[in-house]
């Protein structure tokens, strides 16, 4: 090999390198049947469906730079950037934030607010004290400085936690759980709680509670077999959890694979997801899961009928399958 042509060589690789750095996937988040990612350049690249469209691979969402976090609605994103303001309403120190079907709530001076498309954010009382969020469906849970959760808005099916089957416009303490990381579903809610176990309420008609059992639940349930849960995400109907070895356990409606590979429409208890063995973070949507892996890139799995796998099809992926660029 002459010496140009290793000098050369070596250039395309570093400029591969960088290039690839710029786009990796610093953070992901699913709602409905849409993904959107923030990128490490600061941009933000969406897929599946977008209106009455599918968008097949991830493209990049226009108007939206600087972002250190985005969530999905049903209809539209919203981002937090990295100088603590929004990109889709005027609320600045936000320190995190969340998308519902249809609203957002972020935290800033250590209160949550909440909105819906268009609508400024209003306080939601009772909320002093929140450290991080998660919504889906109507429903939102805070969790709060020592461990404490609170949950408001759609709560018909239990997934408030407190003890009642009622929707609830101020926020209801789960009471007896403490709790690091929170994911919210349809119509269930779960909880890693600080030994590393999970415990989950709401709907369990699809076995998205994890505890083996089919009845829904006010009140919080041990979900069976975890003791090393880092993060959890719920989808609408099930429930994926990333583990302190890397790996990732889903349970719950698996009639697409959502779960996983295992044959059966509903896993009732946590199972392993095979080929997940360097996972950074896991997000479910309707029907389908992402997990974001230590290069940076998504490996997805379950329905794909509006793109949301970004796989450049429309298949049914039953095994772990890389996006697409």
Known sequence: MSRWLFVLLVLLAGCHRKHGDAYKMEQVSAQGSRACAAMKDGTVKCWGRKGNESQLVPAVAEGMSNVAKVCVADDFQCGMMRDGKLTCAHLGGVTDIVCGSKHVCAISGGIVFCFERDQPPREIPGTTGATAIAAGGGTTCGLFEGGTVKCWGAGKRGQLG????????TPQLVAGLHAKNLCVGGEHTCAVLEDETMACFGSDDNGELGDGNSEQSATPRKVQNVNIAQQVSCGTH?????????????????????????????????????????STAV???????CVRMQDGWLRCFGV??????????????????PITY
């Open 304 to 321: 794909n009928d509006w793109g949301q796998l970004a796989d450049g099809t429309h298949d049914i992926r039953n095994v772990p399958n």
């Open 162 to 169: 407190n003890g009642a089957f009622e929707d609830k416009d």
């Open 238 to 278: 099930h429930t994926c959890a990333r583990m302190g070895d890397s790996t990732v356990h889903c349970w719950g409606k698996n009639d697409v694979h959502q779960a996983g590979s295992a044959p059966a429409p509903e896993i009732a208890v946590p199972t392993l997801v095979q080929g997940l063995y360097e």
């Open 283 to 289: 997000v479910c949507g309707n029907d389908f899961t």
